[in-house]
């Protein structure tokens, strides 16, 4: 669904059904967001940084494989928040971290502490960010699957707004 949201800095959202129905294509290069023909689509393919989306069927959510410090890992794409890594797949990683700098309180109401990462971390194909850290199922209230099926963090709007990423829901 489309909807708006009751804040002042935000016009609203695109749900993850919707982009899954309308399979649109968000240039955040250019800053627009069309539904192009099939043609139009084809042309999208020499774009410079373009990640190749699927949709979790367990979850709903668009994902993307993404190498971050030399690991490959699997990211829900999020065109609103910011880059987000997982505490596990951050430690598994060898990612130095900051300490604790404050808690971030998850849609269920579990409260988690956060950090960041000490130094730019290497985002392959977009460059290098900082990124908030935390546990992300204690964060959203879910077991913690096995290290092969979970998702190492949120691709954020940030980054994909810095690098002029194109999102291809198609």
Known sequence: SVFQLPTVNWEGMLGVGWLAAARPVVDFGARTLSVPSEAERRSLAAEPVRFDLRRDLATGRYVAELTVEGTLATFVVSTVAETILDLEFARRTGIELTAALGVEHGPGGDVVP????????SFAAIGCAS????????YAGRDRPSVADQVAGYLGADLLLAAGAVLDFG
């Open 131 to 138: 990124a908030q850290v935390y546990d992300t199922y204690a």
């Open 114 to 121: 956060f950090s960041r990462t000490a130094c730019p971390v």
